[in-house]
């Protein structure tokens, strides 16, 4: 037989809002210290190259087929609604350079962001996390190397760096998915869609966008690199970090796209 | 020498040492036994600084190392090698690697050396040749070895190790248990295990000591233990599920 649940009360309510505020405080605050020791740890990236540039293949070179075929989408995807919203109001001609600085300030940056933030934040959560709980960053303390110093410092960098060159050839891919929907699917000349470009083209939106992604960036790797130290448990514990990396990951990266937003334009 | 003082160490609500006081003399081979979940792995950790006590002294070589800077507890872990439950090898490297990476950090050795260094090794653990393999493809007695090979890499004065024969058939257990007494011999290092398996207690150790409650409640030489009537002890090493551990356990939520 089910006994009736009481409802929670008052105080128990306010009890586990506070008891919740204070758990997002404390995670808030070991972020925050992780990044400090992470900028700090920039003096000894020169002498860890080689784990940059390991890093920067895995994270970086490795995500490219992955973004550049959603590059290509999101590319095709603005130029075709792009003609859906201008046509009876503006003329097609401006196709090209709307879409441009759609996928430029807005689209590339954060779309590729949510694309690192799902394979590059939650492989970082998940590799780090299954380090701390089957002991190997014991192992690294005990052999006298900060795990900080060794596994988030280059990680962190390295994605800081690769994101903006992510971004720049999902740029470029997503112009090209979105001439070709105009030119084959639109019945636009090639001509018609780029001749305007250059009248429009801002230098500072490129800059702007470019910011974004550094952003991102770091933003993706922190989140990767916080949870995965901060793992518990066994394999259910490393599932659970894999996903709040790429949900942390995610909020961030449109909370700060938010604000960024708000300062550049 | 290795000085543990007044130890309080908790996790949440759970208190795991309760003023733990323990002296480890240089070049003695030292047991740590008690049930699981005692606390015994969470003492170990403290040695080395892997885990920072709620209140207390661990003092290595008459220095306490809550008084050191991070870089200063980095200098001190490298006169420690440790062999940890897991192995915990590092899964992206190869065994060499492993082995070699507190000496590719902190030694000036030329690459030459190195791997010079990884073979004897190896060698001192009876695994020459698996240089090349990855840690997914080796035993579980093989992983405890080359963790092992790991701790001793560096020529440290203290080997610790936490569960070494856990989890191994007893003939790999018994080869490890000799492992350990020869590079004590070889070594010249304090050693200090960790452990619930009595069979390599007596043959490893020179001394014993029981964890139970959060505090070293015996010490003794294995022959004292054998002979000791303390009840706690005598149930524990006799392995009787009943008795005084099972009726007056404290050490609770």
């Known amino acids: 037989m089910n006994l009736p649940v009481a409802p929670p009360t008052i105080s128990q309510t306010l009890a586990k809002v506070g008891r919740t505020a204070l758990d997002f405080f404390a995670e808030a605050g070991a972020a925050t210290m992780l990044l400090f020791r992470i900028l700090v740890g920039i003096k000894g990236l020169w002498k860890d190259r080689k784990l940059f540039f390991e890093q920067a293949l895995r994270l970086g070179f490795n995500s490219l087929p992955l973004v550049l075929l959603v590059g290509t989408f999101v590319g095709a995807v603005t130029a075709w609604q792009g003609n859906y919203q201008l046509k009876g109001y503006v003329p097609l001609q401006y196709l090209g350079s709307s879409t441009l600085k759609a996928i430029v300030i807005e689209l590339g940056p954060v779309l590729t962001g949510l694309i690192i933030a799902g394979r590059v934040s939650a492989s970082i959560a998940a590799e780090l996390g299954t380090m701390k709980v089957t002991e190997q960053i014991d192992a690294l303390e005990s052999l006298g190397i900060s795990p900080i110093r060794y596994l988030a410092v280059p990680r962190f960098y390295a994605n800081l760096l690769m994101l903006p060159v992510l971004v720049t050839l999902a740029d470029f891919i997503a112009m090209m998915g979105a001439s070709f929907v105009a030119t084959v699917l639109l019945g636009m000349t090639s001509a018609m869609f780029w001749n305007q470009i250059p009248v429009f083209f801002d230098v500072y939106d490129v800059i702007a966008g470019l910011a974004k992604a550094f952003v991102f960036g770091a933003v993706t790797a922190l989140m990767g690199c916080h949870v995965g130290f901060s793992t518990r448990g066994g394999a259910e514990g490393v599932g659970l970090a894999t996903i709040r990396a790429f949900v942390w990951s995610c909020i961030l990266i449109l909370m700060s796209d938010y604000i960024l937003a708000m300062f550049l334009f | ?253």
């Open chain 2, 1 to 253: 020498m290795i000085e543990v003082q007044n130890l309080y160490k908790s996790f949440g609500d759970k208190s795991v040492l309760r003023g733990t006081n323990l002296t480890i003399d240089k070049g003695e081979s030292l047991a740590i036994i008690g049930q699981s979940g005692c606390g015994k792995s969470v003492l170990l950790k403290h040695f080395i600084g892997l885990l920072q006590p709620d209140s207390g002294d661990v003092i290595i070589e008459g220095e306490n190392i809550w008084n050191l800077s991070q870089a200063q507890l980095y200098k001190i872990r490298q006169k420690f090698g440790i062999v940890f439950q897991s192995a915990a090898l590092f899964d992206s490297m190869m065994v060499a690697e492993n082995i070699s990476l507190g000496l590719r950090e902190h030694s000036s050795m030329s690459g030459g050396e190195i791997d010079k260094r990884v073979k004897e090794c190896l060698a001192m653990v009876n695994l020459s040749g698996i240089e090349n393999l990855k840690p997914a493809e080796l035993s579980g007695g093989m992983k405890k070895r080359v963790g092992l090979a790991r701790a001793i890499a560096m020529k440290p004065d203290y080997v610790l190790y936490d569960e070494p024969t856990t989890g191994l058939d007893p003939i790999s257990a018994d080869a490890i248990n000799d492992l350990i007494i020869r590079l004590n011999e070889q070594l010249d290092v304090t050693t200090v295990v960790v452990t619930h398996d009595m069979v390599s207690v007596y043959k490893v150790s020179d001394r014993i000591v029981m964890l139970h409650d959060g505090e070293i409640i015996f010490s003794g030489t294995p022959a004292e233990t054998r002979e000791t009537d303390n009840g706690i002890v005598r149930q524990f090493i006799e392995g009787r599920a009943e008795g005084p551990i099972t009726t007056t356990s404290t050490l609770t939520s």
